[in-house]
């Protein structure tokens, strides 16, 4: 029997300080195992010499491939490109942060739930630790109110961290939207799914990169990227509105005309003026977030730009994006002797 060809994508956004911590215990696991691996790391245009690093880890090992994108695409871009890069004959995927937030020693478990037949294997925290409190509670929310608004389910508790079946990351290759919502893209594909239970730890060295405007930005997205309920809702809200000021007006009308029109009634006025002033601003705001995001789906860019790729044989580039410019430019495999950053 052939040995299981397993692609570990790993994201790395100014991760110098941890990136050899971290590729030693990965590397250790794949080599524990009986496999046929690969590993590619996704440098999220860092400016910390982690593409220095990576190409001294590349040297070392022919199963490293490199990508280095054009700038810092984000997290999602990184991962995407990283997932593109994955050739077609591999038969399992990883997807681990670079910081030691996974645990790389939980491969083993999450390819022996994908021997059993399921597709996705997604690894579920049982404890946040060195996490705020805030934090908890706010991501506790969110996660529900993502499973009340989302036609799928959404994991709780669950980051990008998860093995995936190739076929499974065929599809979510597919999904070429450029405001990616990672968790919910794994979700909306489907596929049988289950969850492997461990311990997310502290980051090991270097600092996060999310704080709380970026976590609602995430938040906001995940909503808008899967759910209109927002605009239902402001529509309920116009109706509602809408009938009390027609019987109140309607209320106002008949007393003028059977009482006559003294000169009162400022606060009412005032209530009414900012109650529906309030409501206005924040529709047009609900609105405008979803316009916004047909803004960037019009644009039509790429998702990310590569500025090197090492070591790694590009896929046939993505699928349903049909336009020659939307497909990522390889450049050649030169390294720049001083890192330009
Ligand atoms: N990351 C990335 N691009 C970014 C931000 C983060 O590639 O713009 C990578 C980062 O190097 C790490 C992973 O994504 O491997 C998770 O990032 P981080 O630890 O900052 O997020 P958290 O664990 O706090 O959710
Ligand atoms: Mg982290």
New binding site residues.
Partial sequence: MAPIRLTVV??????AEVLPLFHARLVGVLDGMALDARVIY?????HDGTWRVLDRLMGQDPRIGALRLSR????E???TAGLDAVTDDADAIVI????L?DPPELIPDLLARWRDGYDVVYATREHREGESWFKRATAHLFYRLMARMAAFNLPHDT??FRLMSARAVAALRQLRERQRFMKGLFGWIGYPHTAVMYQRYP?QA?????NYWRLFNLAVEGITSFSILPLRLATAVGVATSVCAFSYGAGVFIKAVLWGDPVKGYPSLMVVVLVLGGLQLLALGVVGEYLGRVYAEVKQRPIYLIETACQVPMMPPPYSTARADALPSVAAASLPTEDPR
């Fill in positions: 790993v994201p790395a956004y100014n991760e996704v440098d999220d245009g860092s810092n695409f984000g997290k871009a990184a991962l681990i942060d670079a910081d937030q980051g990008d980051r270097g600092r996060t990169k999310w």
